[in-house]
Nanobody
Framework: QLQLAESGGGSVQPGGSLRLSCSAS????????IAWFRQAPGKEREGVSC????????NYGDSVKGRFTIDTDSGSETVYLQMDSLKPEDTGVYYC???????????????????WGRGTQVTVSS
């Protein structure tokens, strides 16, 4: 059972940056798709970004394109979400999730993700 844990959340002023981390109980390898989602109070969960370890072709939600970057370390043990130019509407709980995808080179945030972390709070406020 893959276990995920997020870290790096916090409070930041508009225009600031945060770097979230998602670590796995083992290492991801090239058969997983990893994604970041977020949920603001009173709103539905929103896909933020995803990538498949096989080819690492990132996909981003429209609201974060050009501001957020998903990346990983060389050992595929941790996945990061670099968030720049943060806005108040980026506030929410951020979750990382993983899906078993041994034959995929691309990813979608509309797919089924079976493994989830507990989330980390991000607050953007002046």
């Amino acid at each position: 059972q893959l276990q995920l844990a997020e870290s790096g959340g916090g409070s930041v002023q508009p225009g600031g940056s945060l770097r979230l981390s998602c670590s796995a109980s083992g290492y991801f390898g090239d058969k997983w798709t990893i994604a970041w989602f977020r949920q603001a109070p009173g709103k539905e969960r929103e896909g933020v970004s995803c990538a498949n370890f096989r080819a690492w072709i990132p996909n981003y939600g429209d609201s974060v394109k050009g501001r957020f970057t998903i990346d990983t370390d060389s050992g595929s043990e941790t996945v990061y979400l670099q968030m720049d130019s943060l806005k108040p509407e980026d506030t929410g709980v951020y979750y990382c999730a993983a899906a078993w995808a041994p034959y995929s080179n691309t990813c979608t945030m509309d797919g089924r993700y079976d493994h989830w972390g507990r989330g980390t709070q991000v607050t953007v406020s002046s």
